[in-house]
């Protein structure tokens, strides 16, 4: 699998208040382990997180996010909302980006990341966005509770996915992982012992991202 041709190509969308470069540096392991089969690309949020509301990175790291939903740009997962800002500048940033740096077969997802992508499934199963891929992966994901997001949520979605979330969550409950999890019908699940955090055991992705592969190479054939 040495040919880039038949890797896999994954949009890498991070968690609030995080950045391009810190997922990627928090994807080390899994790059590595799995970097004969895939392909990263990795998007920033298009909003910048202020120091406020930042939870635990490093001051000197900027922070991003892709909506907010309180007016002073405070994101809880927890809390409904009526509100979702900034919302539709991320959108306009994924299909810029499907359409400048495409094809993708897959998306991942952490945490508000995760949250996007189930969207960004919903969104391409109804033909509401024109982007096209096939996987999905999403880790510590939720449903997101913001009012204007409650459209997309309807039906289930077809495209295989793996969701990777961890018992001991003090961020995001189980519940709400798993309730994300069951809006798939094509699914697998990796529930951990651990937190809020990304796995980096590649055991956790080896099945499901060799399906994928295969599927992707045996359609060239």
Request: charged content about 25%.
């Amino acid at each position: 699998m040495d040919n880039a041709g038949n890797k896999l190509r994954i949009l890498a969308i991070h968690g609030y208040a995080q950045s391009d470069v810190m997922f990627k540096s928090k994807l080390g392991s899994i790059r590595k382990g799995f970097k004969k089969e895939i392909d990263f690309i990795f998007l920033r949020g298009p909003h910048k997180v202020p120091m406020k509301s930042n939870f635990g990175i490093d001051e000197a790291e900027d922070g991003y996010g892709w909506w907010f939903n309180t007016e002073d740009h405070i994101f809880k997962a927890t809390i409904p909302s009526n509100l979702a800002v900034g919302f539709e500048d991320s959108i306009a940033l994924v299909k810029k980006t499907f359409d400048k740096c495409g094809p993708f077969d897959g998306i991942l997802g952490f945490s508000q990341g995760a949250a996007f992508a189930t969207i960004l499934c919903f969104m391409q199963q109804r033909n509401l966005l024109q982007i096209k891929f096939d996987f999905a992966i999403i880790v510590s994901g939720f449903k997101s509770l913001c009012k204007p997001h409650e459209t997309y949520y309807d039906g289930r979605i077809s495209i295989p996915s793996l969701h990777v979330y961890g018992k001991s969550d003090q961020v995001i409950p189980t519940e709400m992982a798993k309730e994300v999890s069951e809006m798939f019908i094509n699914k697998t699940s990796v529930i951990h012992e651990g937190g809020h955090y990304i796995p980096s055991k590649k055991e956790h992705y080896k099945k499901f991202i060799l399906e994928m592969l295969l599927n992707k190479n045996g359609n060239k054939q």
